[in-house]
């Protein structure tokens, strides 16, 4: 494992049935690929040595001997090598015949994992040649010249590095409590499945909803081989899947019904496993609870209560595997999304219908607990007031409420352009909202003479007057006319404290408090679809700088004040936060994962991930990293005190939901090791 990640592949031989020397080079072709590419484990199908369709040949000692033969020459073939092998294949233990997983390292049977539960319905018949592990007692075989335990209970199996891996096979995880529960709540941070799933209509993405849900139940790596060209097709068909799932998303999947050998070859990260578990409290309690299965199914893994104290007690074998032998550099492969907040482009239409809907959800309830029939809200021409404006219009016709209560107040300044104040107006009008104008210009320039400030200083001063200013005006008048202020500020801005403090930071409801600054534009685009009579002020709106527009414009009249000049372009920040707050990762986590998403580095231009709008060189992401982790622990402050507003994605800035931080902290460790990059 390197900065987290650990390489795996799944893959599938093209094998003749019994004939287990042909397999054993198909086997060790991939194997060869794979440690070429740089892969830590491999999974090949169920039985794969011998080809899972033997049927009664599985009771010919021929074919028996032959399998072990074939692992004796595994043994000897991969003892120069830096890669631990999975492969299947029949073993005899005592008076039983069990289909087995073998874990081979380095020319050494790690350990050997005996199938549990045996399909035996419609075409599948597996007890009329096999025992399952529960009919098992913990046995000494002599198999391929190492004497081996063959146990029913858990095997975890431990790399040099400390990830943790199990092995379940194909009907395993089909069961209602498959081995990997008890593997995954051992330890367990990948499962490797070794499968014969034939090919039915409508199997396949049956099979793939499985997979995806044990993935995601159990907060694991599982890694799926299964058999293809060449097992037997006198009644059914294998069209041979490989599959690479973490946490219940798919990495990696093979193409079925090929002739050839395929293998895929995915990095997992383990970092992002274990943060979710430490996340989870729900995983820690199903770990404390292990032993009421335990009492139920046999299984070795216990929980103890003492004094009050939960002690946990796995009795799960563990096997540790060997170091590698070489160093390998670390190079980043897997695609890293530049946008994680953004839906995919297939899912783009549900997921902003669903965000939209859970912000009108959200004020429809407040509007309908206070009583309020008028919300007022200040509308700039620009991105977040839009999308704020948007949510109250849909609320206001969802509770068949008269739009003319949504009181829009448009407050021109210094900074303010001709652009966005036409924009502004335009949408009120067509919306059929009301509208006031109030230009504030007259009130804040008296407030400097007041302050004794001078008015040609653009400082804070001069920006955050005009902030308070408006602030003031919209909740006065809210008073005024028995209404509640809508706040427009969005996740990217109050995670860099991008807001003045008791001015636009302040409001009696926040729509956008969940909504990151990478999906403001997305979110308006769809509901720029949807109401087809504003969709060209929309267009113009989203293709306007972003910008407070608190400095007086140039010469031309256009906005000289622009956000992401001052702070950093918002994808980057929108990426850092993102992974600092779902993951907790470190600063060169991220790092790494930004030099990837945003194709930087030398070797990874060529490979530029399409969705990535920008580039940017090592340089610059070090710098925006620097100052997103300066600014976002200088800037707590304002979060302690956050109005309320609905949590829409995965991950929320309010001191009453996900974020809980001292607004005193010290950001030492972060900024230190940034430099260090």
């Known amino acids: 494992m390197k900065q987290g990640f650990i390489k795996v592949a799944s893959a599938v031989p093209a094998i003749r ?16 690929q794979a440690e070429g590419k740089g892969v830590e484990v491999i999974v090949f199908p169920e039985l794969s040595i011998t080809g899972y369709s033997c049927q009664d040949l599985f009771r010919q000692q021929v074919l028996l001997d032959a399998a072990e033969d074939a692992v004796f020459h595994l043994l000897d073939f991969t003892r120069q090598l830096d890669i631990v092998s ?56 002599r ?7 063959i146990t029913p209970e858990p095997q975890l199996f431990v790399t040099d590095d400390g990830v943790k891996f199990g092995v379940e096979i194909c009907e395993d995880v089909w069961a209602p409590v498959p081995p990997s529960n008890h593997l995954a709540l051992a330890g367990a941070e990948l499962i490797f499945n070794l499968s014969a799933s034939d090919e039915l209509i409508g199997k396949h993405n049956y099979l793939m909803s499985v997979l995806a849900q ?24 294998y069209g041979g899947n490989a599959l690479i799932y973490e946490n219940g998303h798919l990495l990696a999947q093979g193409k079925r019904f090929a002739l050839e050998n395929q293998i895929q070859v995915q990095q997992i990260d383990i970092d992002r496993l274990r943060s979710e578990r430490r996340t989870n409290s729900t995983y820690v309690n199903a770990v404390r609870n292990i032993s009421l299965l335990q009492q139920r199914d046999g299984y070795g893994i216990a929980a103890e209560l003492s004094g009050g104290d939960v002690k946990h007690r796995s009795t799960a074998v ?22 994680p907040f953004v839906p995919k482009s297939a899912d783009m239409k549900r997921s902003c219908d669903e965000a939209f809907t859970i912000q009108s959800m959200g004020l429809a309830k407040r509007l309908v607990h206070t009583g309020c029939t008028k919300v007022v809200i200040g509308v700039s021409g620009g991105l977040d007031s839009t999308l704020a404006l948007l949510v109250c219009v849909n609320t206001f016709d969802t509770l068949k409420l008269d739009r003319k209560g949504i009181i829009g107040v448009t407050m021109p300044g210094f900074g303010t352009t001709d652009r966005t104040y036409r924009n502004a107006i335009s949408l009120m009008q067509r919306l059929g909202i009301t509208i006031r104008e109030i230009n504030i210009a007259k009130s804040v320039t008296q407030h400097f003479e007041d302050i004794g400030h001078d008015a040609t200083v653009h400082d804070v001063t001069y920006e955050n007057s005009q902030a308070r200013e408006r602030t003031q005006i919209l909740m006065d008048l809210s008073n005024q006319v028995g209404g509640l202020v809508v706040g427009t500020g969005d996740l990217s801005e109050l995670a860099l404290g991008w807001a003045t403090y008791n001015g636009d930071h302040m409001s009696m409801y926040g729509v956008n408090a969940g909504i990151p600054k990478t999906l403001i534009r997305h979110l308006v685009h769809y509901v720029a679809t ?24 140039d010469a031309d009249g256009r906005i000289k004040q622009k956000t992401e000049d001052l ?44 969705g990535a709008h920008s580039e940017y060189t090592d340089e610059v992401i070090k710098h925006w990293l620097r100052t997103f982790f300066r600014r976002f622990f200088s800037q707590q402050f304002k979060r302690s005190c956050l109005p309320d507003g609905p949590k829409v994605g995965s991950v ?26």
């Open 17 to 32: 049935v019994a004939d287990c020397k042909y397999n054993l080079e198909q086997v060790e072709t991939l194997i060869v």
């Open 86 to 141: 999975i492969v299947g294949l029949p073993i005899v233990a005592g008076d039983l015949l069990l289909n087995c997983a073998v874990v081979i390292q380095q020319g050494q049977i790690i350990g050997i994992v005996p199938k549990t539960y045996l399909p035996n319905y419609s075409e599948f018949y597996e007890k009329r040649w096999f025992a399952s592990s529960q009919d098992l007692k913990p046995t000494v075989v």
């Open 143 to 149: 198999f391929a010249g190492q004497k081996i335990e």
């Open 214 to 237: 044990q993935s995601a139940r159990t907060m694991t790596g599982y890694i799926y081989s299964s058999s293809g060209f060449g097992e037997s097709t006198q009644d059914v068909v």
């Open 318 to 339: 563990l096997h540790r595997l060997y170091p590698m032998k070489v160093e390998r550099d670390f190079i980043l492969e897997r695609h890293v999304d530049p946008h």
């Open 530 to 553: 949807l109401m087809g009579d504003v969709s060209d002020i929309l267009a113009d709106i989203m293709e306007t700088p972003i910008s407070p527009e608190l400095i007086p414009a």
């Open 567 to 610: 702070v950093g372009p918002y994808e980057l920040h929108d990426f850092f936060l993102y992974y600092f707050l779902r993951f907790g990762f470190r600063p060169r986590k991220i790092f790494i994962l930004a030099q990837k998403a945003f194709a930087t580095r030398q070797g990874y231009a060529d490979e530029m991930e399409k």
């Open 652 to 677: 929320s800035l309010s001191p009453r939901g996900d974020w809980r931080m001292p607004s005193d902290a010290v950001s030492k460790l972060w900024i230190e090791e940034c430099e260090t990059l």
